[in-house]
């Protein structure tokens, strides 16, 4: 028996921006500094992933289940109910 596994090499690595110039690459204009999750449009689902105590994850599925909505849309209100309490984010 062979030892080891065959498989493929690794792809090459990219070439830095300098030496890409240097070979007549044309090189894309930095746009700047941007701020955190600006490219997000509010519409867009993202993923959302905490930790949470069996009990919460459990008591979420179960009134999914009972109301017969998403889990999702269960945290959508509970945010807020919670911006009612304490005030919006």
Partial sequence: MAKGLRIAEPPSRRQSS???AGEGGR???HPGP???F???RPEDKVQFNKRVTQRVA???EMLAIR???KVP???AEALSL???RYGRV
């Fill in 73 to 75: 849309d269960l945290l």
């Fill in 27 to 29: 090189q894309e204009p």
């Fill in 67 to 69: 109301t017969h909505r």
């Fill in 18 to 20: 300098g030496e890409a």
């Fill in 82 to 84: 919670l911006e009612e």
């Fill in 38 to 40: 600006s490219q997000v």
């Fill in 34 to 36: 941007l701020e955190k």
């Fill in 58 to 60: 459990d008591g979420f």
